[in-house]
């Protein structure tokens, strides 16, 4: 069973920057699509950003278009979320998910992740 590690989190001011990193243990996450998905305190949780198989296809929320940046290295199992211009709205725990098929749109719609047990990430303003 593959199993998600995220790492990275932690305190930065608003307008920072930090690297979040998703590394997979115990099988490859080669041939499916990843993501990276939000919990605040007290909301639900939310999607953040996708990316397909390959890593040449990659899908965001709007509220981080443009600050955020999804990648992957399927030679090292790891995915990772450039994020910048940090927000104090972006404060969350991120956990970052496989999905159960290829395309971005299986990490958005889909309902079979595997998931990781989050980063915390705190913004100040």
């Known amino acids: 069973q593959v199993q998600l590690v995220e790492s990275g989190g932690g305190l930065v001011q608003a307008g920072g920057s930090l690297r979040l990193s998703c590394a997979a243990s115990?099988?490859?996450?080669?041939?499916?699509?990843m993501g990276w998905f939000r919990q605040a305190p007290g909301k639900e949780r939310e999607f953040v950003a996708a990316i397909n198989w390959s890593g040449h296809a990659t899908y965001y929320t709007d509220s981080v278009k443009g600050r955020f940046t999804i990648s992957r290295d399927n030679a090292k199992n790891t995915m990772y979320l450039q994020m910048d211009s940090l927000k104090a709205e972006d404060t969350a725990v991120y956990l970052c998910a496989r999905a159960s098929g290829s395309s971005s749109t299986d990490v958005v719609g889909g309902t079979s992740h595997i998931w990781g047990q989050g980063t915390r990430v705190t913004v100040s303003s």
């Open positions: 115990g099988g490859t996450v080669t041939n499916y699509a």
